[in-house]
């Protein structure tokens, strides 16, 4: 129990550290600044060191901590819903961030300075959390700290299945976001956190459901196992693929591609009255004299 009071500790500074830097961050730096780069950094730190907390409570908590399974997706649920709560609109997902380019709801400079924030803030969380694990606080830290060079692989399955299950995951994921997109954050939040809790209990046995390439770039592929090309094809490639479908599927089209939809046919705003014309007055008179 100590090891786990130790790791929720962890999620808790982290969030209120990450949660100080976006509102100094708010405070100081123009709005466009904090929008495109300050705040996406900090959620995407954030972002990545809860998961790699999660994930040493996957790999030893059973032993060192005595967190099951079903304790496992509720800290992982609580954590995306606190995620959903603070993000401030933020995404910490380059997947996400190209689809509000393909959307034409992004530029192009605010969408590379988005893509850039996502990389400095996982690193970022990656480095902290090393720092964190190396007090060695619990057992679980400890046996984190001595792993840490020698991490296994979260690919536990063939590379073409592995990016079919990462793009499926994605598919569902950026639907959801389409679908929600301007609905209000408290009911957003939940569903978010459901689907991504979802998404894990049957996807993370193969690949750990990351559908985030810069979450999984900074969590696993530094381990042993597969070679960076396959990595990429995996968990890049197949959240890419599964966000384009789900553009295609919600929208018909890619906005920022082409104006017209390619799978819906379009209704008319207008329609043709049915049945026959009434007879004017003008027709009548001119029958009685013909």
């Given at each position: ?17 990450c ?13 466009g ?22 994930r ?18 509720t ?10 709560a ?8 380059p ?7 393909l959307l ?74 389409l ?12 569903a ?13 046995p ?35 693929a ?34 026959k ?14």
């Amino acid at each position: 129990m100590a090891g786990l009071n130790v790791s929720l500790s962890f999620f808790v500074a982290t969030c209120a550290l990450c949660e100080t830097a976006r509102r100094v961050s708010k405070a100081l730096l123009p709005t466009g600044a904090y929008t495109s780069f300050a705040r996406e950094v900090a959620g995407a730190a954030q972002l990545a060191a809860c998961c790699l907390e999660i994930r040493a409570l996957e790999e030893f908590g059973p032993w060192a901590a005595g967190v099951g399974p079903d304790l496992l997706l509720t800290l992982l649920f609580l954590v995306f819903l606190v995620h959903g709560a603070t993000f401030d609109g933020a995404s910490g997902n380059p997947a996400v961030a190209l689809q509000e380019f393909l959307l034409a709801e992004a530029t192009l400079p605010s969408t590379l300075l988005k893509l850039v924030a996502h990389v400095l803030g996982s690193q970022a969380a990656g480095a902290m959390t090393q720092c964190c694990w190396a007090w060695e606080l619990s057992d679980l830290h400890l046996l984190q700290s001595l792993m840490a060079t020698h991490c296994s692989s979260t690919l536990h399955t063939s590379v073409a299945f592995g990016a079919f299950v990462e793009g499926t995951c994605a598919f569902f994921f950026h639907l959801t976001l389409l679908h929600l997109r301007h609905s209000l954050s408290i009911h957003r939040a939940p569903a978010v956190a459901l689907l991504v809790t979802i998404a894990a209990y049957t996807a993370g046995p193969y690949t750990s459901a990351f559908f985030n390439p810069a979450l999984a770039a900074s969590v696993t592929f530094h381990c042993s196992g597969h070679s960076f090309l396959e990595y990429a094809q995996v968990y890049w490639l197949g959240p890419l693929a599964g966000m384009v479908l789900a553009i295609l599927l919600h929208q018909g089209h890619l906005p920022r591609l082409f104006r017209r939809n390619l799978l819906y046919r379009q209704k008319s705003k207008y329609r043709s009255p049915k049945g026959k014309l009434a007879t004017g007055p003008v027709d009548t008179l001119e029958a009685a004299q013909g």
